[in-house]
Structure formats: C-alpha cells, structure tokens
C-alpha cells in the first residue's frame, strides 16, 4: 500500500482553519521543520491557499473537511451501503476514473466508490482538465455493472446529473441547472460536471464508472486560473453554503447515484426526464453545437427528446444531437 505523503498529513492538521506553527507540525508529524516547510511548498503548487505568517505558523485561508471514508460511508442510509462493496479515499491518484477503469467489474447492482483529495489528471469530457486543489471540491468515481445494457444507456448521464441535482437540493441549494450534457450550473457558471466512461458488449453486460466533479471552495485564486482559461466556475461555498462539509456532500452524492443507477437499470432515462426538462439551462436560448466531427449547428435549444438527444431548431428544421459542445450565443 503506498505511504501517504507528508503533504498528506500536514493539509490534514491545517484543515481546521486555524495557525499552526512550524515547529508544532513538525513535533506532531516527528519530521524537522524544513520538512513541514518543503510539504507546505507542495500545497501551495497544488493549489492550496495558504497563508504563512512569521511567529504564528500556517494555516488554509478557508477550514475544510478532510475527505474520510468511514465518515462518508456511516452517513449512507443503510440500504444503499447494502449497494457499496468498497469505498476508499487517497490523497492523490491520476483520475478516479481511470483507477477504477483499470479494476475488475463489480458484480451486478453493487458499486466500488473511490474519491481523491488531488487528480493529477483530473478530467472533463473530452480529455479537458479538471482543476480542484485538495479541500476545494469533491472528485469521486463510482462505478457499476449493468447485467444487460439498459435502454438509453448513451443518456446515463443526463440521469446522473439529475441524481446530483437531487443531492444539491437535499443539501439546501436551490436554483441549480442541468446544462446538456453534462453540466451543473448556478447561474451560468459551472458547478459540478459529469463523466461518464463505458466497457460494454453488444449483448451485455455493460460496465460503466461515473465521475462527478463538485466544486465546494475553490478559492479566489483557482477561480481566477480558471477563468483565465476561459471558462466561468463557482462553488458550494459561493452558492450560499457557509461551511460545506464534505464527507456528506460526497454521502449525498453517492446515495442519489446509487438509488438513481438502479431506477435507470430497469428503466432508462424516462423517470429522469421530468426533472431534467425542468432545470434546462438552454431551452429557448440561442445556442451553437459543435459535434465530435467538428461540424457545427446555430439555432434555439427545444429541450431533449425522450432518448436524451439535444433538439434544435435551425434553419434546416429541428435536429438532434446525441453528443457534442454547446455554446450559449448573445441573444
């Protein structure tokens, strides 16, 4: 099993918030205070925000909550840990997705669940990257077997983001939007995304692992990093949740998905559908596609049909999308 970093252990004392001096970590952790200064340089490169204050010691800008696997799997309801063979946190792993990609398929209607303090190569749809320093957000993967491909399967994601929605909801934020195909938005920044990848055969059975990335509390200068890249982020923490704790932002998270996984096995998209078409972002907006073959189509977003696919009315008539970008135009 590879030894956690001193970095590790050095976010875990600072994440209450409060001053900590060098020479207290250093004592705490048995390490000489160079040490604690050289894991404090990691943070900082991950994008932690930290501040350093001479006689005092350190501490994170804004307290968190350390991502704990006990914690998150006592606040699952009791039937849905009936569901979860194996929830495990890292400090860091490449992507959540791809480690548990690389495992072998649990058996049918149980999930293996893996959440990450840090991605080195967090990632978006499209191989796009995911930026979330450690404390900032919640980065899990979750994954699923599907004995026979369920109808609509393409559209697993859109009820993903509906369970998700139904997360937030629980936990007290309201106003939250569904962007097809995979976004969640407050306003019109990004609050959280979705992932989906697939190994399947034709006849079945079908395994899937989920990816939700859910920003918490990024921190000024993260957004900033993303904005620069040009894109519009928000958090948990901006949406109005003072003090977000994470281990029960990732139980909602895991709870909803699981529930949601089971309804979808037997059913498809259709008892998600509702729900979606009532928190679209783009319906009767101006808006471009841009497909995987690199054609693109202008016109007014009609909602999703009954299979997932995006309608737009362009000049040409109504056309569906079953995968693409969507970019809002200026009215």
Known sequence: MPTT?????????LADGRFHSGEELARSLEVSRSAVWKAVGVLRRLNVELEAVRNRGYRLIAAT??????????????????????????WSTASTNTALLG???????????????????????RGRTWLAPPGGA???????????????LGALG??????????????GVGGAALKWPNDLLVGERKLAGVLIDLRAESAGPAYVVIGIGL???????????????????????????????????????ISRSIDGLSVFAREGLQPFLGEWREADALRGRAVEVKTVEGAAARGLARGIDAHGALVVETPRGLERFISGDVTVRPA
């Open 215 to 253: 920003n918490v509390a990024l921190g000024s200068e993260v957004l900033k990093k993303i904005a620069a890249a040009g894109s519009a982020a928000t958090d948990l923490r901006s949406a109005g949740l003072a003090s977000p704790a994470r281990n029960r932002v990732a139980a909602r998270l």
């Open 5 to 13: 970093p001193l970095a590790a252990h050095v976010f875990a004392k």
């Open 65 to 90: 909550e350390p991502l704990d696997a006990a914690r998150i799997r006592s606040q699952l309801p009791r039937e849905v840990q009936k569901h979860v063979s194996r929830l495990e946190t890292v």
């Open 158 to 171: 859109l009820a993903v983001g509906v369970c998700a929605l139904r997360a937030l909801s629980e936990l």
């Open 103 to 125: 495992r072998a398929a649990p058996r049918g209607g149980v999930s293996e669940v893996l959440l990450a303090e840090h991605q080195s190569a967090g990632r978006g749809r």
């Open 138 to 152: 919640v980065c899990l993967s979750l994954s699923w077997t599907f004995a026979a491909v369920p109808p609509d």
